[in-house]
């Protein structure tokens, strides 16, 4: 099965089942005859953006997250919950700010950050926990780093 039509029976999955975690989601892609690797669905998941989200009952859920999400303050809520639970800590140097987030965490919050439109940020860059977003100004760093600050638990 090619790439594109598997992302697309994920998808499928993700919309009308609850899939707790990606050996779950491994089990529904072999029902549907598709062998993948743990490492291949971990990327196809990075590709479509899908976040590990917790319930309203506490348990954790793969959903996918799309730039639609955010248009309404309710869903603005939704990402400030998704900040709380990915980001361990923040720090600033001089004009760059340093996001630790949760193991395999860091490119969706680098996704995150590029799709609001943040007027300090000039960039981002993502490896496998940190996140470096740079800005213009120390100022500009101190005001992002203040805005994940608010959202951590």
């Known amino acids: 099965m090619k790439k594109e039509q598997r992302h697309q029976l994920i998808v499928d ?15 529904y892609l072999k029902e549907h005859g598709v062998t993948a690797t743990q490492a291949t669905i971990s990327r196809d998941l990075n590709d479509l953006k899908v976040i ?15 730039s639609d999400e955010l248009k ?40 995150l950050v590029d799709e609001i ?3 300090e ?3 981002s860059l993502a490896g496998f926990d940190t996140v470096v977003i740079i800005s213009r100004s120390e100022a500009e760093a101190q005001k992002i780093e203040a805005m994940f600050k608010e959202y951590m638990v």
């Open 13 to 27: 999955i993700l919309t009308n089942h609850v899939i707790h975690t990606q050996e779950e989601l491994l089990q």
């Open 52 to 66: 590990k989200a917790t319930m309203e009952n506490g348990e954790k859920q793969l959903k996918l997250f799309t």
């Open 72 to 111: 309404s303050q309710e869903d603005q809520a939704h990402l400030h919950q998704l900040i709380a639970e990915m980001v361990i800590k923040v720090d600033r140097v001089q004009f760059m700010t340093i996001v630790h987030t949760q193991p395999d965490s860091a490119q969706m919050i680098s996704a």
């Open 117 to 119: 439109d943040i007027p």
């Open 121 to 123: 940020k000039v960039a």
